[in-house]
């Protein structure tokens, strides 16, 4: 969603909230803008597009100052344009940047028409602006006047305010959205994630859901959702500035899909032991939670809800516990029959998913599951503060909108998740130490996969000119396809389904003709002689397949059939190794149509707004 920068030093901010912004373009955006305080003046620069037009703005006419905000717009009220940018100024006095969504915008923005407020934009945003300037012209400072207002707001927001008549402090809030407080030296700043302020602080406060914080340049302070005056915990973060790179890689995409291996490792490294995963890896209440689970819940959204439908079959099959997987935004607005002793288990790379949150807020608001789980790459994430028990997937920083180490790693983290629970039901100590040896190899088992990069790019060839494809999948590699296809329209925008390869008989088949390339995982597994019916009922219709198969799957290529042989694997952990080759093939495919691959258009990376 949206970044947001502030800053307040006493050098030339501008510099600064530019490279925040730069550091957010990962996030998905349309537009992006900056507001500076110097003099008792207030200036603002506004582009449509990239951060890099807001860049050639500022070299053509700078903004000099040591109190600024500055943020990346992705529309949700109002079309991309310049006028709808922030900051949103009101009366050339307050400037604001927001994240979220305010739901009652319209009845105060009629309210304030009639005060006689003038709007220059379609936002939900502009209302804050002119609420804080209406206290203001009240005679309340700028505190104050957040706090009111705040107080009239319904909805998400993350909120970075300053005033001209204030240039010693900025006020920042934080409900539903996500935000952080980076502490420098003679200098304090504000951002949406840290991943904005690293090169010039390491040290930060995780706001949590209802604080209001007045920062100044020596000192900050914290007012809770009541309005007590609180401390919140300063952390100091492992990443680094240079984490953001994509070194000789050509995008971020690319550099995240070959970082796979390290990334599971680390996912892995210190929760084995003796050849079995140690309990303690999900906190020290994890015991009396894990003993009473009977069932599993899952929610999720995107890619992570793909996650959580492979780790479906696992939680039945190995575990031998019943387990329901359901998108976040469906499962937030019907009754629920929840049965006893069942485990809410969430699943976001960015901990920070607003459905996903919202979902949790509400199961523990019912009280009727055993406790709370998530699996997570962001440690200080709402999420992860909100749950009871957290897995961290240690992917690290991910910048592509595609996800692909994100996914992979929670599959990893799920499976040590499976056997944690499957050792009190289903799973005998045999079958444990079988899949902590399969989860151990799977790093070098990618490795392979990722050799397979030049054939594969080769393979995407076939597909830049076509407009649709069908993806196949049986049993776990369903979800598989799922993830495949999604993968493909995100980044080069040809429509892509998913089927379970069985149902093509039941209406898929009719797409199938030599312009509908049909992208089929062909695992070893007790499926592949169904999956091979499958195959054949399109080749027999002139369809163009493309199997990525297990070297032992006795599929081969002919003049319209395309195979690139894996080499063999667990049945388990085999969807881990699958995904990879279709993260490539749409990458691939993506270069060759030209599409920006790391911010494709109309997505956002971390979806904080409902």
């Known amino acids: 969603m949206c970044g947001i920068v502030g800053a307040i030093a006493q050098r030339e901010v501008s510099p600064i909230l530019l490279e925040g912004l730069k550091r957010l373009e990962y996030r998905g955006y349309d537009s992006a803008g900056m507001a500076v305080i110097s003099g008792g003046g207030l200036e603002r620069r506004r582009k449509l597009g ?41 009366n050339g006095r307050v400037a604001v940047v927001h994240n979220g969504i305010i739901e009652n915008h319209e009845i105060l923005r009629q309210q304030q028409l009639e005060l006689g407020f003038k709007f220059t934009s379609e936002t939900d945003t502009e209302v804050v602006a002119h609420q804080v300037c209406f206290y ?42 996500p935000l952080v407080l980076g502490i420098g ?53 492992e990443m680094t500035a240079d984490a953001v790179d994509r070194g000789e890689y050509r995008h971020f995409m690319l550099k995240e899909i070959f970082e796979q291996p390290r990334a599971i490792s680390d996912t892995l490294e210190g929760r084995i032991a ?43 099959a190995l ?76 992917a690290g920083v991910e910048i592509g909108v595609a996800s692909t180490k994100a996914f992979t790693t929670q599959l990893a983290a799920m499976l040590l998740l499976v056997v944690l629970v499957g050792r009190r039901y289903a799973m005998n100590e045999t079958t444990e ?17 990722l050799e397979l990069d030049e054939a594969i790019a080769g393979l995407a060839e076939e597909f830049a000119d076509k407009h649709h494809a069908l993806f196949l999948g049986r049993g776990s590699h369903y979800p598989v396809a799922m993830e495949g296809a999604l993968k493909l329209k995100e980044i080069s925008y040809i429509h892509a389904e998913a089927y379970a390869a069985g149902e093509l008989k039941h209406g898929p088949l009719a797409l ?24 054949e009922e399109v080749r027999s219709r002139g369809g163009e397949l493309y199997v990525f198969a297990d070297a032992g799957s006795g599929i081969n290529s002919d003049d319209n059939t395309h195979v690139l042989e894996i080499a063999p694997v667990d049945s388990v952990i085999a969807p881990i190794i699958f995904t990879v080759p279709l993260q490539l093939l749409a990458y691939h495919t993506a270069v060759l149509k030209g599409t920006d691959v790391d911010q494709p258009r109309n997505l956002a990376k971390s979806v904080t707004v409902e």
């Open 319 to 394: 575990a031998g516990i019943p387990c329901h997987v359901e998108v976040a935004s469906e499962f937030r607005y019907r009754e629920h029959v929840v049965q006893r002793g069942t485990l809410f288990v969430t699943i976001s790379q960015s901990g920070e998913t607003a459905d996903s949150l919202a979902a949790l807020m509400q199961a523990k608001e019912q009280k009727k599951y055993v406790g709370s789980l998530v699996i997570c790459n962001v440690p200080e994430s709402s999420l992860v503060r909100e749950s009871d028990l957290s897995l961290m997937t240690r």
């Open 274 to 316: 003796n050849g079995r995963v140690m309990e303690q890896i999900l906190g020290p209440t994890a015991g009396p939670i894990l003993k009473n689970t009977r069932a599993i819940q899952i929610i999720a959204c995107g890619t992570s809800y793909h996650a959580g439908l492979v780790a479906k079959y696992w939680f039945e």
């Open 512 to 535: 199938v003709d030599s312009d509908m390339p049909v992208i089929a995982v062909a695992p070893n597994n007790t499926l592949l002689e169904k999956l091979k019916s499958n195959l």
């Open 136 to 177: 203001l012209e009240q005679g309340d400072d700028l505190l104050e006047s957040v706090r009111k207002t705040i107080n009239e707001l319904e909805g998400a927001y993350a909120l970075a305010v300053i005033d001209k008549q204030e240039p010693g402090h900025l006020v920042a809030a934080r409900k539903g959205s």
């Open 185 to 237: 030296i003679g200098e304090n700043f504000v951002a949406s994630d840290v991943q904005a302020l690293l090169p010039v602080t390491q040290k930060f406060v995780y706001f949590e859901n209802g604080d209001l914080v007045d920062v100044h340049l020596n000192s900050y302070n914290i007012y809770d959702e009541e309005g007590n005056k609180v401390e919140r915990l300063v952390k100091t973060t």
């Open 50 to 90: 990239k951060v890099a037009e807001l860049g050639a703005a500022l070299a053509a006419e700078p903004l000099h100052g040591g109190l600024g905000i500055a943020h990346t717009r992705w529309a949700t009220h109002g079309v991309p344009a310049e006028n709808n940018a922030h900051p949103h100024v009101c």
């Open 433 to 449: 130490k079988n899949l902590v040896e399969q989860l151990t190899r799977l790093p070098g088992q990618i490795e392979k996969i």
